[in-house]
């Protein structure tokens, strides 16, 4: 495997601005941040993208959806609401090949 930034992240070998972490997860602040709150949940397990999925990452997904929910009550945009993102690929946007989702809250443009 390459050089991967997310899991030097996720062993603390690079800092990063961490809010949340437990033995499978991670959720460390977006360096260009996009609004008031944008934050990356990404599981410690290396995969490349949602592309790269099997059968076996089904629980792991849904964890990272329903940590970021918790994470938008604990931000406080839980009631005006936030976006949730998987840029997948280059052609979608996706730059860091460790899967991630992004949770952007609060002034978010359409
Ligand atoms: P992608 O385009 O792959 O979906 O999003 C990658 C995100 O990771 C970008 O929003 C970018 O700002 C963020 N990012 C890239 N490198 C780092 C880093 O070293 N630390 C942190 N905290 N965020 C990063
Ligand atoms: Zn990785």
């Known amino acids: 495997m390459n050089y991967c930034i997310f899991c030097e992240i996720s062993?603390?070998?690079?800092?990063?601005?961490?809010v949340f972490e437990d033995e499978q997860m991670i959720v460390f602040k977006d360096i260009k941040p996009k609004a008031a709150v944008h934050f990356l949940i990404v599981p410690k397990k290396h995969i490349d993208s949602i592309?790269?999925?099997k059968e076996e990452d089904k629980e792991l997904v849904s964890q990272m959806i329903f940590l970021a929910k918790k994470m938008a009550?604990?931000?406080?945009?839980?009631?005006?609401g936030?976006?949730?993102l998987f840029n997948v690929l280059r052609g979608g946007?996706?730059?860091?090949?460790?899967?991630?989702?992004?949770?952007i809250g609060g002034e978010v443009r359409p």
């Open 11 to 18: 062993n603390h070998q690079q800092p990063a601005d961490i």
């Open 51 to 53: 592309e790269a999925l």
């Open 73 to 80: 009550q604990e931000q406080g945009v839980s009631q005006t």
């Open 82 to 84: 936030y976006k949730l």
């Open 93 to 103: 946007g996706q730059l860091i090949d460790h899967i991630h989702l992004h949770l």
